[in-house]
């Protein structure tokens, strides 16, 4: 595998589920980022974390709780969603201490549905 | 506030020159990127102007004028598979990234 790996890439699920979203990059990075993308609106940057520890968590909602375990792997941990969460749910990353000009590398999303 | 401004969605034939504009309003400027979204996919990076001018990358060209809080990227010999979303964003003064909504760009033949 190379670049920004995300699974799974479609989730339906009901609003009293629990769901996890994975996302694992293979660049040796060391910052990673969540983002949400809503149909013809700007990507929102929910978490970011650099070196394994949340730098940044822009009001989002207490029913989405990252975990970030080692600098490769990221989760999005999902409960008691509400259909206006429905988006497509982008993972990215960049090399070094997140707060540089750096590029940003995508994965290809989940696209999530709430029912 | 800060403020990302690109047309939503623009055509342009294939073979022909396409300009995608970008203006900004933000706290602190430390450079602005391009990126290429088709859809169902990851967006992937095209381009990053810090200085003012004209950065070329083979059919792909990005200009910035900071003094106008502007920027666009300039597509030539257009492809169908340029068929995308280009989302326009500026890093500011915390270095975080303000993204626009995307100019979806519908190829002819």
């Known amino acids: 595998e190379t670049g920004v790996t995300q699974t799974p890439r479609h989730l339906v699920m009901g609003m009293t589920n629990k769901k996890s979203l994975k996302c694992e990059q293979h660049?040796?990075?060391?910052?990673m980022y969540w983002y949400k993308q809503s149909a013809k609106k700007p990507l929102e940057l929910m978490f970011v974390?650099?070196?394994?520890?949340?730098?940044e968590n822009n009001s989002v909602p207490s029913r989405f709780s990252p975990e970030c375990p080692n600098s490769s792997h990221l989760f999005l941990h999902l409960h008691t969603l509400q259909p206006e969460d429905s988006a497509l749910y982008l993972c990215?990353?960049?090399?070094?201490?997140?707060?540089?000009?750096?590029?940003?590398?995508f994965g290809p999303g989940t696209r999530l549905l709430v029912l | 506030g800060q403020n990302i401004d690109q047309p939503t969605e623009m055509t342009a034939t294939e073979g022909a020159i396409v300009q995608i504009n970008c203006t900004y309003q933000?706290?602190?400027?430390?450079?602005l990127f391009w990126y290429q979204q088709h859809a169902g996919e990851a967006p992937t990076f095209l381009s990053y102007?810090?200085l003012d001018g004209l950065e070329e990358k083979g059919r792909f060209s990005s200009f910035l004028s900071r003094s106008k809080g502007y920027s666009y990227l300039l597509l030539k010999e257009l492809q169908m598979k340029d068929s995308a979303s280009y989302l326009c964003?500026?890093?500011?003064?915390?270095?975080?990234?303000?993204w626009g909504a995307g100019t979806k760009l519908i190829i002819k033949p």
């Open positions: 990215a990353s960049s090399q070094g201490i997140a707060g540089g000009p750096e590029t940003q590398y």
């Open positions: 660049l040796g990075h060391n910052a």
């Open positions: 974390y650099s070196l394994e520890e949340r730098v």
């Open positions: 933000t706290s602190g400027f430390n450079g």
């Open positions: 102007n810090v």
């Open positions: 964003a500026v890093m500011d003064s915390n270095y975080q990234l303000i």
